[in-house]
Nanobody, 124 residues
Framework: QVQLVESGGGLVQAGGSLRLSCAAS????????MGWFRQAPGKEREFVAA????????YYADSVKGRFTISRDNAKNTVYLQMNSLKPEDTAVYYC?????????????????WGQGTQVTISS
């Protein structure tokens, strides 16, 4: 079992930045690929970014490519999502997820454990 706790959400103006963190506990963090997903009101949960268990491979949704950066620190059992040039359409609850195995995935069904989410609101 892996427990995931997200933090770092908040309210910022368009063009601003936020850094989300996801702290993991319970199992060896480096055994898991990690992902970030988001869900806006009235919409389905969507893939944002993912990283392999070594951190050597990263993947992004087209909508965030060039603006968001996913990274991880296996010594701190933490994965990060640096979000720059934020837009109102980035407003959503952001979820951290862990997937057993080395390879990251883009589908929510690939992931085994989920955090409770953190709200990100971008004002125009």
């Amino acid at each position: 079992q892996v427990q995931l706790v997200e933090s770092g959400g908040g309210l910022v103006q368009a063009g601003g930045s936020l850094r989300l963190s996801c702290a993991a506990s319970g199992r060896t963090f480096s055994n898991y690929a990690m992902g970030w997903f988001r869900q806006a009101p009235g919409k389905e949960r969507e893939f944002v970014a993912a990283i392999s268990w070594s951190g050597g491979s990263t993947y992004y949704a087209d909508s965030v490519k060039g603006r968001f950066t996913i990274s991880r620190d296996n010594a701190k059992n933490t994965v990060y999502l640096q979000m720059n040039s934020l837009k109102p359409e980035d407003t959503a609850v952001y979820y951290c997820a862990a997937k057993i195995g080395p390879l990251a995935g883009r589908s929510a069904t690939d992931y085994n454990y989920w955090g409770q989410g953190t709200q990100v609101t971008i004002s125009s």
